[in-house]
């Protein structure tokens, strides 16, 4: 059996594509923390179809960018999160 691992994803770029493999990557048995940057995730029907995934999984996002009703992660303690993490992806 493999081992667990801690992953970091960063929603930078596709905010839909990251929740949606967030999600994927808890089948696996590994815990994932998923951390949205750069803007705000626009409110889609695709994306709240992508946070129903989430909550299943228990994956609850944060954020990067301060005043949002996710909870904020600020830059020191996201740098902490990517040196704690075993992997860091970045979509």
């Known amino acids: ?3 667990r691992k801690s ?3 960063l929603g930078r770029v596709d905010h839909t594509e990251a929740m ?3 999600a994927g ?3 696996f048995g590994h815990k994932v923390r998923l ?3 750069t803007e705000p995730v626009a409110e889609t029907e695709e994306n709240m179809r992508q946070a129903e995934l989430l ?3 228990d994956i609850e996002p944060e ?7 996710l909870p904020y992660v600020s ?4 740098s902490l999160a990517m040196i704690e993490a075993d992997a860091v992806i970045s979509l």
Request: charged share 15%.
């Open 35 to 37: 951390v949205f940057m």
């Open 25 to 27: 990557l808890t089948i």
């Open 7 to 9: 992953i970091l994803l």
């Open 55 to 57: 909550e299943l999984s």
């Open 75 to 78: 830059s020191a303690a996201l």
């Open 63 to 69: 954020t990067t960018l301060a005043g949002q009703e």
């Open 20 to 22: 949606r493999v967030a």
């Open 1 to 3: 059996m493999k081992a």
